[in-house]
């Protein structure tokens, strides 16, 4: 697939310095994507235990307490 964007006039003219632009740019999107999937999951990991906490009776701040144990 291919895909154009822009990006700064800096950026381009290091890039092209590059011997293998198009791998470099594949692998640090990959490895980005892959970062922000892990985001995704440890905030939804955050949330998911927030509402346990509160179907449970504890406050926020009780569960700040509990983790820093």
């Given at each position: 697939?291919q895909l154009?964007i822009?990006?700064?006039e800096q950026?381009?003219f290091?890039?092209?310095?590059?011997a293998n632009?198009?791998?470099?740019?594949?692998s640090?999107l990959?490895k980005a994507?892959?970062?922000?999937?892990?985001?995704?999951a440890?905030?939804?990991?955050i949330?998911?235990?927030?509402?346990?906490a509160s179907?449970?009776g504890?406050t926020t701040?009780?569960?700040?307490?509990?983790?820093?144990?």
């Amino acid at each position: 697939m291919q895909l154009s964007i822009e990006i700064p006039e800096q950026l381009g003219f290091e890039l092209k310095t590059l011997a293998n632009s198009n791998e470099f740019i594949v692998s640090a999107l990959q490895k980005a994507l892959e970062e922000n999937k892990k985001k995704q999951a440890f905030k939804q990991a955050i949330a998911d235990m927030q509402q346990q906490a509160s179907e449970n009776g504890l406050t926020t701040d009780e569960l700040e307490k509990l983790l820093d144990e």
